[in-house]
């Protein structure tokens, strides 16, 4: 395993707060389980993932080692894993809103969103977003960039889960969740299913007092 599984960091959900489906389920299958030792099929399931992950050196310059999901997309099994398990730690933020970074942050904000039966907002490279925007410039690992945000897209107060592929140096979700912010909802958490380690992000979202989860840690 080229990255190590990083535990759950935020509460399960307690047997209150869980609906039936929202049961322990196996991984694998989908079906509810009853006594199996979690943290092994999460292992197995976790080294599948990173398995489905390709490392590109020197992408989309020198010096930086690209992680590159298109494998993992490419594997119904390995991306069924990763959204079982992103679901999971989704559900222990109550989240009443799923924010998702284009562009691939989408790819796994979308399927969230639908499972948990919330709005999906996305935030936006410039330019893309046809009603009143607002936005927001940022730095990346590798360049910088702007993102938007529909105005009306969030209510006040609302429960805001901030999702995304990959943690690096933080300035993505960073700027995402100062969209979210201005528009008066509250980020929850943010979800990644890489994060980056060594880069500052989760420092540098823990200084805005945005918890991080991710699957993988590199
Ligand atoms: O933590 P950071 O340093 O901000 O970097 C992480 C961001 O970089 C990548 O997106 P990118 O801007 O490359 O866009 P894409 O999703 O459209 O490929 C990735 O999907 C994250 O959104
Ligand atoms: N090293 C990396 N691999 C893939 N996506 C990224 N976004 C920022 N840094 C990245």
Known sequence: MRCRPFPLSVPRPSKRTALPSQGRRSIRTGVAMANEPMENEQGTALAAIDAAIRIIPDFP?????????TPLLADPKAFALAQALLLERARSFSPD???????RGFLF??????D???????????????ADTHSVDYGLEYGTDRLEIHSDALAR??????VDD?????GT?????DLVE????????????IELTGLGGAERLAEAHIGVSALLRC
């Open 97 to 103: 809103a799923i924010v998702a970074v284009e562009a």
């Open 173 to 177: 979700v960073r700027a995402a969740a």
């Open 61 to 69: 310059q020198p010096g930086i080692l690209f992680r590159d999901i």
């Open 157 to 162: 107060g609302a429960r805001v889960l901030l």
């Open 109 to 114: 904000g979308a399927p969230l969103a639908l």
């Open 116 to 130: 948990l039966a919330v709005p999906l907002v996305p935030v936006r490279k410039p330019g893309k977003l046809p």
């Open 166 to 170: 990959l943690l690096a140096t933080g």
């Open 182 to 193: 201005r528009l008066g909802a509250d980020v929850v958490g943010a979800l990644f299913l």
